[in-house]
């Protein structure tokens, strides 16, 4: 391992402003991940027979007056007819919520625009996935509920209204995504403009066979967040987000422990991403139903409120976060670092937290590799991490550039450390507590951080399907 110390101080602060994981598991599994997420074969629906146009419903496309009821019977009718294809021209279309059935595709055309309503009477309160738990809340904008073989399409734009500017409303109920899927099987969206105001952008939650390509991701949101989901891909999309540009979770507390669906088998290829508030990539912290199996490789990090890359959880979620891998990243305009974990203290805790040494969060087998990062005001920061639950597998290989401060880790077991060609300005290369493993000759010591008290189990227990309020 080899560190060199920056001479010049002044040079720095002026610079410093889907499936398993291949590189772990081997050939087979790169030849899996270069093939998974497909979408489901069609053979069994039929071949699409409609092209509707809108404005055969009555669509005005005249952005003043609202088109909601002449989209949505384009939609319904490709739907219940065995699948077709509702074809937006171009105009700016002032729609509320609109539902996509299955074996239906909503094109956008250049030159069209779906511009949601500023009004939320236009959006029907249904259940929905806020914060880990299912709430009642304001539909998406554009969405689709247990529907198969979903497309969305087009070099058109979705944008939501900036008249709706928090994230939650007055009535305390959660105010529209801009594109939102629950129980979507054969999900693809791809070349589209999306802009939201206020909630997140897009949000699959319990979807399979899911890809995101060729985006543009903008706002005063979140990019995309995963939810719950298997076999995701995103691929060459570019964001420029306020919050995470991608976060992956799955539930939150007993209400998502005891459901139990994880997102797996996440795959996140050639991406560009620019945060304003929080994360390029966040994990976490709502992991209740566990997260594993998530491979990103040839994305450009060029700007990050916090950490490029921040994985994390807390006491009371339960579950894990496993087989994790991330390589040919090049990092910079990070406002803290390139990487954070931390699993003893992010996030609100939980009504109903899961209890005991079973809420601690198993995390085992991060892989970084082939990362360029460019004046970073730290590289790696671990030191969050329950020494009752150590992580198992944390391995750092290839990075090169430079930083302000290096590595500090805590409560790890088999760590490799190689080939780290990294200048660091101040401080030590490595601090360690409770770390073994390779690498690690001449780490100086380091004094973790306090852990935080036991998480006690509820009383009454949790229901499964209790609502969010007060226990029963």
């Known amino acids: 391992m080899r560190f060199r110390m920056l001479s010049n101080r002044r040079t720095f602060l002026a610079a410093a402003g889907l499936t398993s994981i ?107 996935r806020w914060e880990g738990r299912w709430v009642p809340g304001y539909s998406g904008l554009v969405w689709a509920q247990d529907a198969r073989n979903v497309t969305l399409t087009g070099k058109g734009r979705i944008v939501a209204s900036k008249e709706i500017h928090r994230r939650v409303a007055e009535s305390g109920l959660r105010h529209p995504a801009l594109l939102e899927f629950v129980d979507v099987r054969g999900l693809s969206v791809t070349e589209l403009y999306t802009e939201q105001n206020d909630m997140w952008s897009i949000h699959p939650v319990y979807c399979e066979d899911a890809v995101f390509r060729d985006l543009t991701v903008k706002g005063n949101a979140d990019g995309i967040d995963v939810d719950s989901c298997r076999r995701v891909h995103i691929d060459r999309c570019d964001f420029d987000t306020v919050d995470d540009c991608i976060s992956l979770k799955s539930g939150r507390g007993m209400e998502g422990n005891v459901i139990g669906r ?33 491979l990103v490789e040839r994305c450009q990090c060029l700007q990050a409120h916090t950490f490029a890359i921040y994985i994390k959880s807390r006491p009371g979620r339960g579950a894990f976060i496993e087989d994790i891998t991330m390589r040919d990243l ?48 730290i590289l790696v920061e671990a030191v969050n991490i ?26 790890m077991r ?21 770390v073994t493993g390779r ?34």
């Open 414 to 434: 088999n760590v490799t450390l190689e080939a780290i060609d990294v200048n660091v300005f101040s401080g030590p290369k490595v601090a360690m507590a409770n």
């Open 330 to 377: 090049d990092v910079s305009g990070a406002g803290y670092g390139f990487l954070r974990l931390n699993f003893l203290d992010s996030g609100k805790q939980d009504q109903f937290p899961v209890a005991g040494l079973e809420g601690i969060p198993t995390v085992r087998n991060f892989t970084f590799e082939r990362i360029r990062v460019k004046d970073v005001p």
């Open 386 to 411: 329950h020494p009752e639950k150590p992580l198992d597998g944390f391995t750092l290989r290839g990075i090169k550039g430079t930083c302000g401060h290096g590595i500090t880790l805590a409560n």
């Open 22 to 128: 291949a590189a772990a598991l081997g050939t087979s599994a790169t030849a899996k991940a270069q093939a998974l997420p497909r979408l489901p074969a069609r053979s069994d629906t039929p071949a699409l027979r409609l092209r509707l146009d809108p404005r055969e419903f009555g669509a005005r496309g005249d952005g003043k007056t609202k088109d909601t009821a002449a989209v949505q019977q384009a939609l319904d009718r490709c739907a219940v007819m065995g699948g077709g294809e509702v074809l937006v021209s171009p105009g700016t279309y002032l729609v509320g919520a609109l539902r996509i059935g299955s074996n239906t595709t909503l094109r956008v055309s250049d030159g069209a625009t779906l511009q949601g309503s500023p009004d939320l009477a236009d959006y029907p309160i249904v259940q929905v």
């Open 439 to 472: 690498g690690l000759d001449g780490a100086a010591r380091l004094v973790p951080p306090a852990v935080p008290p036991a998480v006690v189990a509820t009383t009454p227990a949790y229901r499964l399907g209790q609502s969010s309020g007060a226990p029963n």
């Open 262 to 294: 994880p997102t797996e088998d996440v795959t996140i290829t050639d991406c560009v991403f620019r945060d304003k508030r929080w994360a390029c990539i966040g994990i976490g912290s709502e992991t209740s139903g566990g997260i594993r199996r998530v």
